[in-house]
């Protein structure tokens, strides 16, 4: 067999890659090409809810794959019919309907589109969304991230957005003009730190949009489907959005995106398309991963190992010089630190036999998946307790 490594220079860099090679995993655990295992608390970033060859995942998938695959969106299909039925029911989105796409980005992409046309309509050019954002990178969602530093090299973009800081209702109530179309924001920001928004800040800007007419855009690629011990998070702060951007766990590790838009709102014939988007395999894949959630009751597994991940990390590093808060909602968490050493952690987590991500150069970040139990959680606090530690030069 080839080395992958040496396979590198075909692949262009726009990840910086970790040094191993991953082959297999089956529930919580993964394999290099070494057979070492691995405790994945990364999790795909967020994409793998069910963790790893989930049998009711795999056979749901099987099966598909076994009747139909593809046939475009010029046919019905029952999995993409089903799961559009499941999605506006769970997501408690009132009279809705859903864009089926393939990413994150791409769902935001039809979220930004649907608010953009019927703001265009009535003279409302703007969404205002936040600083620190993340949305994506396309060139639509790209000028919706409120990072500078990943714009810069392709400005100008569209001028849909302004920015605002987030927990600054002042400032948005300054900018939210009868010109805006809408309110785009994270429940909680994920890319830009693991940083939740407070249930304060959501209402007010929920009753805002609606005294002024706006829309309220809630990107939970991240933060959907469970993740943060709902099905979306933004229903944590019993605010109700207009539309709504799914990615990332939906699929339990395919690709799929959606776009959930109270009804009228939604695109009509001509305005928006996919060719892959919603394909039979990945709603059949969808469904399962509802399925099993409702099954195995991990939206409250979510909560409470969310919790215990929280409270054993402070407990472990209590009175540490480099912890500076362990925050996040549900089993999408960050661990704050004092200095630029979450990517030096993530290493020492791998020697150590784990997998996290970062969130920002100071954050370590963990989106496990959500069938993770108390043993899991113990594991991963003991690592990340001695990589800090160790990362830190031995200052408990
Ligand atoms: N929106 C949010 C909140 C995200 O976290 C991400 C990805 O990290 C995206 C959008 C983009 O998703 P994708 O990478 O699937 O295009």
Known sequence: M????????????TYGRYPLSLVRGEGTRVWDDEGREYLDFAGGIATVPLGHSHPAWREAVHAQLDMLTMVSNLYFTQPQADLAARIVETMAMGEAQVF??????????????LV??????????????????????????????????????FEPLVDWFDFVVPEDLDSLGAKLTEQTAGVLLEPVLGEGGVKPLSAGYLRAVRELTQERGALLIADEVQTGVGRCGAWRASSLSEVQPDVISLAKGLGGGLPIGASVARADLAFEPGDHASTFGGGPVVCAAALAVFDTIERDGLLENATKQGERIQQGVRAALEGSPVLTEVRGRGLLIGIGLVDDIANQVTLELIADGMLATTASPDVVRLTPPLIIDDQDVDTAVDKLAAAITRVSGGRP
């Open 116 to 153: 953009r046309k019927w703001g265009l309509a009535r003279g409302r050019k703007t969404i205002i969304a936040l600083e620190g954002s993340f949305h994506g990178r396309t060139a639509s969602t790209l000028a919706a991230t409120g990072q500078p530093s990943k714009r810069k090299d």
């Open 2 to 13: 080839t080395d992958v490594r040496s396979r590198e220079p075909f692949v262009m860099p």
């Open 100 to 113: 089926f796409a393939n990413s994150g980005a791409e769902a935001n992409e039809a979220s930004i589109k």
